[in-house]
């Protein structure tokens, strides 16, 4: 159990919610029903940290999590999605002007993101990501991604004027020394954009379901901000984006390391992560319950997003394959595969035409209008949806 932040050092830490047995990799795709229902499960216990408003799991266990090419996370399928990426990079790259620039992605998955940035300016692009799968890359490429973690133990061959790394820090174990390490790889005023999920969103709203064993922290924009600030970066910024759902950091990379003292002021973030524990338990408990009245009156019920929020979901109500039986989504790499712990089988959204589901249960509202139009071309607009 970790007794200190990881972020401020501070050892004021209250306990928001404990949760036992939650599947260590929510993405890992299973062709083995069994093997799914039996993967590793480690427990959740959240916390936060009272100085700076850091959430994070301190019954996390590194080992656990091994991430390999069995990893699908990707959201690449969906057109909102898409289009956020393709805004995003083009507001990047006129508002940081990278035009003929180097540019270093951390985590860039199979690379989408960061070609959309090398053509966004004719920029020379590079990508650092075990999981990525693609080819080797050539001298000449203007998009180059390397399968190594960052920094790399070759030199670079470009020092980069922009940085971004997207949705990789609320998996690292030790941020303070992960940021450290990737700034002090670029050149002073390098400029940098970091993206995580929004932990002040998901206390809002609550979004329960948000939480996931593979996901050590969750940021606030506090605890970001601090977060940076103590690696002696400068000119933080902090947006919210993508609905409110994603924090993006902009700042650059300073010359000295500052020991922050900045005084936070975490009373009411504290406060809502309380209710967020509570509220976690209530709404659990109300699921469970109307899932079961569902199923036992003969309705069919499907869940569509097998992505982390619906896995979740069906394990944190202990929903398994044989209350529920699937679960649909549309990237086809994930079509035949078993979920990890509740072991429901994903198929294609084409086999709801045959399936005919009553209740449809969505994990995101960013994608009802598009869920909400493929049921209608399958002619399935009398399915109810819900929003878990
Ligand atoms: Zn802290």
Known sequence: MLKVCPVCRSKEIDEIVYISAVPALANVLWSDQERAVSAKKGDICLVICRNCSFIFNSAYDPDLVDYDCCYE???????????????????????????????????????????????????????????????EPEEHDKTKIYTCIFPPKHPLEQEPDFLCCRHVLEHIFEPEAFVEEVTAAAKPRCKLYFEVPNANYMLRLPGIWDLLYEHFAYYTTTALKYLFLSAGCENIQVTERFYDQYLGLEAYTGKKRLSTNCQPQTHQIVTSAQKFGKAYKEKVQEWAKYLDSLVSKGEKVIIWGAGAKGIMFLNFLGMDYRTVPF??????????????????????????????????????????????????????????????
Do not use: W
């Not at 990426?85 to 998955?109: F, N, P, V, Y």
């Open 73 to 135: 996370n990707s959201l690449h399928c969906s057109n909102t999605f898409n289009g956020y990426c393709e805004r995003l990079a083009s507001d990047l790259s006129q508002r940081l002007h990278l035009k003929d620039k180097t540019i270093i992605e951390i985590g860039c998955g199979q690379g989408q993101f960061l070609s959309m940035l090398q053509h966004a300016g004719d920029n020379l692009a590079i990508g650092f990501d075990p999981s990525y799968r693609g080819a």
């Open 327 to 388: 679960i649909t989504d549309i990237n086809p790499a994930k079509h035949g595969c078993f979920l990890t712990g509740s072991g429901q089988m994903v198929i294609p959204p084409e086999e709801l035409t045959s399936y005919r589901p009553d209740k449809v249960i969505i994990m995101n509202p960013a994608y009802k209008n598009e869920i909400e139009a493929d049921l209608q071309r399958m002619d399935l607009h009398k399915a109810q949806i819900l929003i878990a």
